[in-house]
């Protein structure tokens, strides 16, 4: 699975419509198809406000420095019924680094939601003719498409203290996804 490259692309900071059409090439050029191109539209700026609307109100009494987590969950969108995604914050953490070894000591709980684009496109994935490409689109779609909307949430997420945002799948791998302070905003993806 290309993930360095996906990385690398997410980190470039470019639109994101721009990047999720990378993100489909990247798929297409790892495992060649025409499945990619049957993937339904995304709406990644209507996902991205209820995402910043979501985390303004569940992080309304946080105050920071804060590192946030948010960590993806592909198992219980219940045909978009669900949620897939999930919150944590530790005020301990140091935003100037990119460590996120702080996702593992007492995380503070917060609720979950559901980014309706990716129950979107794992509905599609998910079908049989998905089979042979079904674990790359699991695992790279989720975190492409989840990174760039949680990033413009964020960006436009309007706090007054520093903030370290870690995001990934929470039983797997997790990575740094951006840091921002006021009038400051850093894609870090690594």
Request: glycine share 10%; proline share 5%.
């Amino acid at each position: 699975m290309p993930i360095d490259k996906l990385l690398e692309l997410l980190r470039s900071d470019m639109a994101p419509l721009d990047a999720w059409s990378r993100v489909l090439a990247l798929c297409e050029a790892s495992q060649p198809g025409e499945l990619w191109r049957q993937l339904p539209p995304v709406d990644v700026e209507g996902d991205a406000e209820r995402a910043r609307a979501w985390l303004a109100e569940s992080l309304r009494g946080v105050r920071g420095p804060v590192g946030l987590y948010l960590g993806l969950d592909t198992l219980n969108m219940q045909d978009g019924g669900g949620t897939n995604l999930e919150l944590g914050w530790n005020v301990a953490c140091d935003t100037a680094s990119d460590d996120i070894d702080w996702v593992f000591e007492r995380l503070e709980r917060g609720p979950t939601t559901l980014i309706r684009g990716l129950a979107d496109l794992r509905t599609e994935y998910s079908q049989a003719r998905w089979r042979s490409a079904f674990g790359m689109a699991d695992y790279i779609l989720f975190l492409a498409y989840s990174g760039l909307v949680l990033a413009q949430a964020l960006r436009r997420l309007e706090r007054d203290d520093p903030m370290l945002a870690a995001w990934g799948f929470h039983d797997g791998d997790l990575f740094a996804l951006c840091r921002g302070a006021p009038g400051t905003f850093q894609m870090i993806c690594r």
